[in-house]
């Protein structure tokens, strides 16, 4: 059984910096296109960054310049400087994954990793 594995969350004062990370934990052919997204209490989850199954990036209007998106092999990172309270959140890693080479890609989420920024 494949999962997404995360890692990088913590507390963190407003202006500093955290590295997120996310990675499979067993055996895969490939990803198609993976992501991050967050979501804040009592807030719908949404988009941060995403790589496109074409390999270009997307970011949210509220973290372009301060967040950056990269992956090497099949982990991906989310490096992100600047932080601002409402960038506190839960933060989860989606990826489009491809189990063998014959096989339909499937939807996977991480358990999520918890980023909170003080004021």
């Known amino acids: 059984q494949v999962q997404l594995v995360e890692s990088g969350g913590g507390l963190v004062q407003a202006g500093g910096s955290l590295r997120l990370s996310c990675t499979p934990s067993g055996s895969i052919f490939g990803i198609n296109a993976m992501g991050w997204y967050r979501q804040a209490p009592d807030k719908q989850r949404e988009l941060v960054a995403a790589?496109?199954?074409?390999?270009s990036t997307n970011y949210a209007d509220s973290v372009k310049g301060r967040f950056t998106i990269s992956k090497a092999r099949n982990t991906m990172y989310l490096q992100m400087n600047g932080l601002k309270p409402e960038d506190t959140a839960v933060y989860y890693c989606?990826?489009?994954?491809?189990?063998?080479?014959?096989?339909?890609?499937?939807?996977?989420w991480g358990q999520g990793t918890q980023v909170t920024v003080s004021a």
């Open positions: 989606n990826a489009d994954i491809k189990l063998r080479y014959n096989s339909p890609t499937h939807d996977y």
């Open positions: 790589f496109t199954s074409g390999g």
